[in-house]
Structures are given as structure tokens and as C-alpha cells.
């Protein structure tokens, strides 16, 4: 039974930086690594340039692509273990939710009978944009962690920046 999971910084940032991008859309891509004394480790995260995203949800638009990458990575020696999401806040709703929904579950199915992978890792992003109109801020990434999520604040200029929640999810068969 899988403990918990870690990420690497490169991992880390690559999600990030693939959900920043992505505003005022949804970002999406897979994750590599492997199981070690009972955690997973997420050595890479790679955003899958040839998504479809959309404010709301985020799906493969080039299912020969994934294939490609499929074939790279068997070749190259990685490991799918799982992929990531980002949920990103609306103006409607006080926050994103963190949770899984019902048609993520079923993507994330679909992933693992089309992959042959019995376990997954999903972790899910949620980003929300912040204005810093009083305070002059640095620009900075700060870290936090709890047991159930890693929690970053990443300045990006001196009057905004991103508050980016992250939570893991296992899915197994």
C-alpha cells in the first residue's frame, strides 16, 4: 500500500508552470517516476502541449501525440505512474474544488485501460490568481506542506501573484 507521494522540484515546477500558462484554461499531463519504501515518486511531470483546454476541463486533442510520447518514454526507460490536472477558480464560485469529479474518474479510467496500468497517481492543481494592491511584494515561490496537501505561493511580480494548492489522488484496479 502506497504511503504517500513526493515530487521533485523539476516535477513540481513543471506542473506549475504548465497550470500558469494555461490561465484562464485547464492544463493537463502526465507524470513518471516509480515506488520506493512504500511512496511514489514523481521524478517528471511533462504538460501535454496538444491538449485541448477549456475553462472547465482539459482532454487529450491528439490522441497520436500521447501515442508518440507512449513509445518515447517505453524507449527511454520512464514509467507512466499517473497525470495531473489543474482546476482553475472561476469568478462564480468562492474556490476550485480539489476533489475528483465524476468525469475526471472516467478520463482517468480510460488512461489506465488504454496504458495497461493497474495503479495511478492523479494530482490535481488549483490555481487562483492574486492582486497584492497595498503591499509591494518579491517575487518568490514559498512551500508549504501538510499531510494531505503541498500549498505554494508564488509571487510573480511586485502586485500579483498565484496561490497553487495541490492534492494526490490514488486510483487503483
Keep these: 500500500m502506497l504511503k504517500d ?14 497550470g500558469i500558462e494555461s490561465i484562464p484554461r485547464e492544463a493537463t499531463g502526465q507524470l513518471y517516476g ?5 511512496s511514489l515518486i514523481v521524478c517528471n511531470s511533462y504538460p501535454l502541449q496538444t491538449a485541448m483546454r477549456k475553462p472547465t476541463e ?15 518514454d517505453e524507449a ?3 514509467y507512466l505512474i499517473g497525470g495531473f490536472h489543474t482546476h482553475i477558480k472561476d469568478d ?5 474544488c480539489l476533489k475528483l469529479s465524476p468525469g475526471d474518474i472516467d478520463f482517468i479510467e480510460t488512461d489506465m485501460d488504454n496504458f495497461k496500468i493497474s495503479q495511478w497517481v492523479e494530482i490535481v492543481l488549483r490555481l487562483k490568481s492574486l492582486n497584492f494592491q497595498h503591499l509591494k511584494r518579491e517575487a518568490c515561490l514559498k512551500i508549504r506542506e501538510n499531510p494531505k496537501k503541498l500549498i ?3 509571487v510573480d511580480s511586485p502586485y500579483h501573484g498565484y496561490q497553487a494548492i495541490l492534492c494526490a489522488y490514488f486510483l487503483s484496479w
Design 5 to 18: 507521494v513526493k515530487l521533485t522540484k523539476s516535477g513540481l515546477y513543471n506542473i506549475l508552470r504548465a
Design 58 to 72: 482539459v482532454s487529450y486533442g491528439n490522441g497520436e501525440a500521447v501515442k508518440r510520447l507512449k513509445r518515447l
Design 92 to 96: 462564480g464560485e468562492e474556490k476550485p
Design 152 to 154: 505554494a505561493r508564488i
Design 76 to 78: 527511454t526507460g520512464n
Design 34 to 38: 516509480a515506488q520506493r519504501n512504500g
